[in-house]
């Protein structure tokens, strides 16, 4: 095989986009640290029916990868964490001490066309909270949401947070008495109303007549406004045309969206979704939670210039003259290595001018030079990249030096 592309719509990550990725996932976890949330992890493997009852018709159907292990079972490769999730709250329901507030960051699939924002794998931060059914639940969820925002550097007028209750709208699709397959293309069409340029004739093609939802925010969305307008979070929108895309949601939905003219769109969202749980056959436990995408994250993050130039992080590079020298150099490696000062032995025997290229290619900041003459005298000549500063030291100064001079 000569093409050396990744599958469509997946990424190789490079050490930079590895550190782009890492940058963000380190961010995630620290704010939910901050908050007291507890990570959890499964197997990007589950059985096929688990997502044919509780996630939306449109993944299982169409954006699933599916296959039959050698023992004729139907796996799918997770394309959300939401029923993952359910299934391991369900199953430990009598052991756990509610409410439960847990975090994770799946890699999960998805057969999408591929767009900007819009992967085949990307890593996805959940956060969830159990066993909490009030406004405070609520609240604390979109807090985080906008917490985690800002420690990515993120101000207020970066972001709105789109705010809707499914009751509403439910309870709206059950005065139309539609049949239960339009019911789910009536959810599916007001899900990609931001997306159509022809909205307003599809919706009356399905149900007959005028969209009419009632524009005014319920008082349940006012009181979540009210607490989290007191604690500083004001960019907060009541959209009654808000849905999402899954079918277990039951009350409040939420999205952030990017205000920068050239990325318009939304970022993350979430909402909640009380009767999941309870579809397992274990006693039944509200949640609400959201998912928030790397690929999305990074895209806002790239515009404003807020992911850092992180280069690699070597300490000392060592150059060596010829092949004798290659076991003091070792000898030295392991005490820096023992005193976690990251280092590096070239052994291309190159000419020490090629060496110390690389040396500063790598964003080194100190090499060593050893030669016959090092490992004849036991010292070590050592050079401070940045300053231009160079010594010959003893082995047993040697840590004390290189560590005084990173700290300065
Ligand atoms: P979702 O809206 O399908 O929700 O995905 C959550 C986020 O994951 C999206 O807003 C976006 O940031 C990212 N995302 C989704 N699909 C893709 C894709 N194909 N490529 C790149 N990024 C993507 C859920 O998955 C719910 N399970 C979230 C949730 C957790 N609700 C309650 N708890």
Redesign the pocket.
Known sequence: MNNLDSYKGVRDFYPQDMNNLNYIIDNWKKTLKKFGYEEYNASILEPTELYEAKSSDEIVSEQTYNFIDRGDRRVTLRP???PTLSRMIAKKSKELSLPVRWFSVPNVF?Y?QPQR????E?W?L?V?LLGLENKYGDSEIIQIAYEIMKDFGLNESDFVIRINNRKNINQMVKSLDLPPEKEKDFFKLLDKKDKMVDFNDEMFKLIGKPLNISMGPSEEIEKIFEILNKRGITNLVFDPYLV???DYYTGIVFEIYDTNSINKR??????R?DNLIGQFGSENIS???????D??IQDVLEIRKLLPNKKNNIDVYICLFNEESSNYANQISNILRENEINTIIDYSFKRISNQIEKAVKKNSIFTIFIGEEEVKTQRIKIKNLNSGIEKKLKIRDLVKFVKKELSS
């Open positions: 959300e964490m939401t998805r999408e924002g819009r992967l085949r990307h996805q959940n969830d999402r895309g899954f939304a970022i993350f969202g979430g909402g979704y949640g609400i939670g959201f998912g928030m995408g690929v999305t």
